[in-house]
């Protein structure tokens, strides 16, 4: 069936890198997403890939999938407090949906 | 402000009472979508509606039904509650009918937290 797996729990330092890693199961999936949950919100569209794209890079953030594998991962650069949130990796679904992963919780200390 | 209301957000209830949860998607978006997120189970797709009709349907317990009217706003109806509904439930909508082949931007709610005592 459909499964998104990634780690529940990643903590940084103020500065460093993050690299939030999720696998998929539906390699027919056209786009493969990156959705940002804050506390007390709703999820957010961080950024997306074309599954016909090794990489992405948005600013500060940098999307590598590894097709082969079904593997996706998000590089935040210079990770700063505010980025601390939940972090949701999410593959187009057979039904037309989109799957979400249980979401990794990013803390940034200072 | 994704343009995407929920209402109530905070519901307090009963095990064996029934809610409903209102969502008014964004101007314009056709579909809407409704997602269950728990501590153990993440988020679940429960069902989608696109312009009134059931368009797909996940992990929706037979005691839970939902619908889409005509002004596109939809509702999710919880009955029969058990302690385990106790989640926060979500409303997304988005223009697009199908997010498989698409830029599926998913507009999200704030969501209603269901707490059933």
């Known amino acids: 069936g459909e499964d998104v797996e990634q780690s529940l729990f990643l903590s940084v330092r103020e500065g460093d890198s993050s690299v939030i890693n999720c696998t998929y199961t539906?390699?027919?999936?056209?786009?493969l997403y990156w959705y940002k949950q804050e506390p007390g919100a709703g999820l957010q569209l961080l950024t997306y890939?074309?599954?016909?794209?090794d990489m992405k890079q948005d600013q500060r953030l940098t999307v590598l999938l590894n097709k082969k594998d079904k593997h996706l991962s998000l590089r935040i650069a210079d990770t700063q407090t505010g980025d601390s949130a939940i972090y949701f990796c999410?593959?187009?679904?057979?039904?037309?949906?989109?799957?979400f992963g249980k979401g990794t919780k990013l803390s940034v200390k200072p | 402000d994704s343009g995407v209301t929920q209402t109530p957000k905070h519901l307090i209830t009963a095990t064996g009472q029934r809610v409903t949860l209102r969502c008014s998607p964004r101007?314009?978006?056709?579909?809407v979508y409704w997602y269950q997120q728990s501590l153990d189970q993440g988020l679940q797709f429960l069902i989608q509606?696109?312009?009134?009709?059931?368009?797909a349907k996940g992990n929706i317990l037979e005691r839970f039904s939902a619908q889409q009217f005509p002004d596109l706003h939809s509702e999710l109806n919880l009955s029969s509650l058990e302690l385990g509904d106790s989640a926060l439930y979500f409303c997304?909508?988005?223009?697009?009918?199908?997010?498989?082949?698409?830029?599926?931007?998913?507009?999200f709610g704030e969501g209603s937290r269901l707490t059933v005592l």
């Open positions: 999410a593959e187009g679904g057979s039904q037309g949906n989109l799957i």
């Open positions: 539906d390699s027919s999936s056209t786009y």
């Open positions: 890939i074309f599954s016909n794209m």
């Open positions: 997304a909508s988005s223009v697009e009918v199908d997010l498989r082949g698409v830029t599926g931007e998913l507009f």
């Open positions: 509606y696109y312009n009134g009709e059931e368009r």
């Open positions: 101007s314009g978006d056709l579909s």
